[in-house]
């Protein structure tokens, strides 16, 4: 099993920053990918980045690409979403999760976090 807790929402003005952690616990030896997916209220969950757990390929989505970073630190089994530039539209709960080697969808998940953006 694998545990995870995001922590560093909030409330933000519009082009403000805001950087989410997230722990990792648990079979951490497990986890071969990590991502950050957000669901804005009345809306569907949305992919926001992933990452390589081992090699820290990251990938993002368009629409926060260039705004947002994912990292991490293998050492503190943390996962990172940095978020500069922030815009309304941004306002949402947003989650970690992570994929296990082999595992073709995401199958543990963090409770989420808070993120809003006042215009």
């Known amino acids: 099993q694998v545990q995870l807790v995001e922590s560093g929402g909030g409330l933000v003005q519009a082009g403000g920053s805001l950087r989410l952690s997230c722990v990792v616990s648990?079979?951490?030896?497990?986890?071969?990918?990590m991502g950050w997916f957000r669901r804005a209220p009345g809306e569907d969950r949305e992919f926001v980045a992933d990452?390589?757990?081992?090699?820290?390929?990251?990938n993002h989505a368009g629409s926060v690409k260039g705004r947002f970073t994912i990292s991490r630190d293998k050492s503190k089994n943390t996962l990172y979403l940095q978020m500069n530039s922030l815009q309304a539209d941004d306002t949402a709960v947003y989650y970690c999760?992570?994929?296990?080697?082999?595992?073709?969808?995401?199958?543990?998940w963090g409770r989420g976090t808070q993120v809003t953006v006042s215009s």
């Open positions: 999760a992570a994929r296990r080697m082999f595992i073709s969808t995401y199958d543990y």
């Open positions: 648990g079979r951490t030896s497990s986890v071969y990918e």
């Open positions: 990452i390589n757990w081992s090699d820290g390929v990251t």
